[in-house]
């Protein structure tokens, strides 16, 4: 299974961006798993961000909620982050993330790096 990421970048505070991933594998039947995205900022644990549930139930992080959005596409096998009114404190490198409701990873992606600058 490989879940590949796109979309990071350096923007300034208040910008917006989006990422991608896209989900591919010969036994991964994308619509069974609940996808989203996790960070890791310099010296801290990686924590979760969002996800949708293969259900489609949508659950935040609260330092992000009303900013971003994650959303499905299960005929392209993609999920997206919608990042918007970016903040420093936002910077890190995203991961997708494939598992269970529960907050249960099996697969990760390999991370792009979003940084904002204030």
């Known amino acids: 299974v490989q879940l590949l990421e796109s979309g990071g970048g350096s923007v300034q505070a208040g910008a917006s961006l989006r990422l991608s991933c896209v989900a591919s594998?010969?036994?991964?039947?994308?619509?069974?798993?609940?996808m989203g995205w996790f960070r890791q900022a310099p010296g801290k644990n990686r924590e979760f961000v969002a996800h949708?549930?293969?259900?489609?139930?949508?659950e935040y992080a609260d330092s992000v909620k009303g900013r971003f959005t994650v959303s499905r596409d299960n005929a392209k096998n993609t999920v997206n982050l919608e990042m918007n009114s970016l903040k420093p404190e936002d910077t890190a490198v995203y991961f997708c993330?494939?598992?269970?409701?529960?907050?249960?990873?099996?697969?990760w992606g390999q991370g792009t790096q979003v940084t904002v600058s204030s």
């Open positions: 993330a494939a598992g269970d409701d529960y907050g249960s990873v099996e697969f």
């Open positions: 594998g010969r036994a991964f039947t994308f619509s069974h798993y609940t």
């Open positions: 949708v549930k293969w259900k489609g139930g949508l």
